[in-house]
């Protein structure tokens, strides 16, 4: 069963800063692109960004220059460092496995981020 350990939300003042880690089995993070994703109430979960295992990255228009992230292969951990944080950056934040091949992606079990004054 693989899983992924997510950290880092919160409650934060708009303009403020957050980062999220989210924490895997090494035999999953060294092959699979990972990514954060997000759901804010009433609204359909979408990506934020991501890296591939190569270390490119993508960012959704609305975070780019904002949220950066980036992945420790050393740790087994992906991160997204979220600054100059908005209100509508509130929501619950995922973190997203998706190895090649066949295998179906795997998700983390969700964090919180709140941005509200």
């Known amino acids: 069963q693989v899983q992924l350990v997510e950290s880092g939300g919160g409650l934060v003042q708009p303009g403020g800063s957050l980062r999220l880690s989210c924490a895997t089995s090494?035999?999953?993070?060294?092959?699979?692109?990972m990514g954060w994703y997000r759901q804010a109430p009433g609204k359909q979960r979408e990506l934020v960004a991501a890296?591939?295992?190569?270390?490119?990255?993508n960012y959704a228009d609305s975070v780019k220059g904002r949220f950066t992230i980036s992945r420790d292969n050393a740790n087994n951990t992906v991160y997204l460092q979220m600054n100059s944080l908005k209100p509508e950056d509130t929501a619950v934040y995922y973190c997203?496995?998706?190895?090649?091949?066949?295998?179906?992606?795997?998700w983390g079990q969700g964090t919180q981020v709140t941005v509200s004054s």
């Open positions: 997203n496995a998706d190895p090649p091949g066949s295998r179906p992606p795997f």
């Open positions: 090494r035999s999953i993070f060294r092959i699979a692109n």
């Open positions: 890296i591939t295992s190569g270390s490119r990255t």
